[in-house]
């Protein structure tokens, strides 16, 4: 089975700090991840995905992720924080070659940029 | 533009009362997914289909239903059974591939109430 630890509920930054959000993740095999914003009463926003290649990924926004195969980890990143990030991160996972079975999430960590 | 179209917005559900929440797409993808979102506990998939008249159960389909007569549209109904349906609904899709690389494509959610 699929899972998706996110072991920070909420995460807190000073505006121009960097900032890192954790993810953790079970699947057997390979794994595709996923990292998705989330901003009050709106739909997930894709930011950026791992599926092959380079560990550390860039997408949208500025941010960055760095796939870790031997700590299963995907931690997203960005050097420096803006208010304008705050918002609801999630992380997600598929396995290798597992066709359109759904994404499998995590629970979301909370950001808060402060000024 | 292509995207997901979530409808209502809000909605407002009376007990005993079966209601219709809408998703329908133009992205052309083949597979559609329905989640629950409730504070704290991430996302939860209620129910997906992979191709036209057929559809799987999630994690938590007790309650709902769903049908895809047409590739465009996967309507979710929530039925009298569903004892506490307050939440907000997901729809989601991506393409069908057999790697499953491709993120999904999030609507913009419908926050349904019961009063």
């Known amino acids: 089975a699929q899972s998706v630890a996110q072991p920070e509920d909420q995460v807190n930054v000073a505006e121009g700090n960097p900032l890192t959000v954790k993810c953790t993740y079970s699947?057997?095999?390979?794994?595709?991840l996923f990292w998705y914003v989330q901003y009050p009463n709106r739909g997930l926003q894709f930011l950026l995905k791992y599926i092959t290649g380079d560990n550390l990924v860039k997408g949208s926004y500025g941010f960055e992720a760095e796939f870790n195969k031997s700590q299963t980890s995907f931690h997203l990143k960005k050097p420096s924080a803006l208010v304008s990030d705050s918002a609801l991160y999630f992380c997600?996972?598929?396995?290798?070659?597992?066709?359109?079975?759904?994404?499998?999430f995590g629970k979301g960590t909370r950001l808060s940029v402060i000024a | 533009d292509g995207g997901i179209t979530q409808s209502p917005k809000y909605l407002f559900r009376k007990e005993g009362q079966n209601v219709t929440l809408s998703c329908e797409q133009n992205?052309?993808?083949?597979?559609m997914y329905w989640y629950r979102q409730d504070p704290g506990q991430g996302l939860r998939l209620i129910y997906y289909?992979?191709?036209?008249?057929?559809?799987q159960k999630g994690d938590i389909a007790e309650g709902y239903s769903v049908s895809r007569e047409k590739k465009e549209s996967f309507p979710l109904t929530v039925t009298s059974a569903q004892k506490n349906p307050t939440a907000f609904y997901l729809c989601a899709s991506t393409p069908l591939t057999g790697a499953g690389d491709y993120g999904d494509t999030f609507g913009s959610g419908t926050r349904l109430t019961v009063v």
């Open positions: 699947v057997s095999g390979n794994p595709y």
């Open positions: 992205l052309n993808h083949d597979a």
């Open positions: 289909s992979q191709i036209v008249n057929d559809f």
């Open positions: 997600a996972v598929r396995a290798l070659n597992s066709g359109n079975t759904p994404l499998v």
